[in-house]
């Protein structure tokens, strides 16, 4: 009894000599600067949140986290770049949701699996797209709409700047019944420029472009599940009989494999920092929720984005290029 009670403790002892320098890795991490990629440039919803967080979540880790713009190709490079770097916890990439869920249907041979390979740490932020048209437009409506286009089949245009707005107006347009032309545009900038000017007759914008354009815009309809309060007449798609028409939403990423004790400590930082009342306060007035979705529910929102966008792109024949 006594030789194998020996014998235990020695194995015992043992095992914990062996995780000892793996329990004190956990512990004291982060050690060193932490890498947050933005993949698109400079005054983006994507890096303005991205350095709101990474100066609050500093604080907590005791560890600088230094922001690093990796633009071009649809977010593609920062992206695929976090996605090949080593899961050790010290890089983390901001993101909104769509730019990963849309590119497996529009990008062919990609290098990378922007579903498994860089999976959600924190679902951070969420806000509404604004479906409207011009000013001058001869609807005042969404079922004044609605009833025009169906008078006028092909006569008239949407305008997207990407698959990301492309693909939720084609499955609206599409469920209606409805037949109106895409035009493609090279950016953000020139397509929603393009809506007030009437080159196009509708589009998806965000609530802080919507604000800008003011009486230039005619908002119709908003995504989410309730109305936005700078615009409490305007439906959501929910109400007019349309929920899978879906808004903006914006998570922190990292490589898979990242180790759990430094996800959970990653994660603490971001939750944290959500609560933090300037922080709460900068998003608010970026027209954005606070939704804080843990990793396991964020992974299904990116999921479920990505069969949607996948269904529609199917139905209007897009393959990836």
Request: glycine share 6%.
């Amino acid at each position: 009894m006594f030789i194998a009670s020996a014998f235990v403790r020695t194995c015992v002892a043992a095992v914990l000599c062996a995780l000892a320098p793996a329990l004190a890795i956990a512990q004291d991490f982060p050690t060193r600067p932490i890498r947050m990629i933005v993949a698109n440039t400079p005054g983006t919803i994507a890096d303005i949140l991205g350095r709101v967080m990474a100066t609050e979540m500093a604080k907590t880790l005791g560890q600088p986290i230094v922001v690093e713009n990796k633009p071009g190709a649809n977010a593609i490079i920062g992206l695929e770049y976090v996605a090949k770097q080593p899961a050790d916890g010290y890089i983390l990439v901001s993101t909104a949701v769509t730019a990963l869920a849309s590119l497996p249907v529009t990008v062919k041979e990609l290098r990378f699996d922007p579903l498994k390979d860089i999976p959600p740490l924190i679902g951070l932020i969420e806000g509404p797209y604004i479906f409207g048209s011009p000013a001058i437009a001869p609807w005042k409506n969404f079922t004044e709409f609605v009833a025009y286009a169906k008078a006028n089949p092909r006569k008239l245009n949407y305008g997207a700047p990407a698959p990301t707005v492309r693909l939720p107006i084609e499955a609206l347009i599409r469920e209606i019944g409805l037949e109106i032309v895409h035009v493609p545009y090279p950016g953000g900038g020139p397509y929603m420029q393009a809506i007030v000017a009437n080159e196009v007759q509708m589009g998806l914008i965000p609530e802080s472009a919507a604000k800008t354009f003011g009486e230039k815009f005619r908002p119709i309809a908003v995504t989410g599940e309730k109305r936005v309060a700078s615009m409490p007449d305007v439906p959501t798609f929910k109400e007019l009989g349309y929920p899978q028409i879906r808004g903006l939403a914006y998570s922190f990423n990292v490589p898979a494999g990242t180790p759990k004790f430094a996800a959970d400590k990653l994660y603490a930082a971001a939750s944290r920092a959500l609560k933090d009342p300037d922080i709460k306060a900068r998003i608010a007035k970026m027209g954005f929720e606070i939704v804080e979705q843990s990793p396991e529910v964020a992974a299904k929102a990116l999921n479920d984005e990505a069969k949607f966008l996948a269904d529609v792109a199917k139905k209007i024949g897009l393959a990836p290029q």
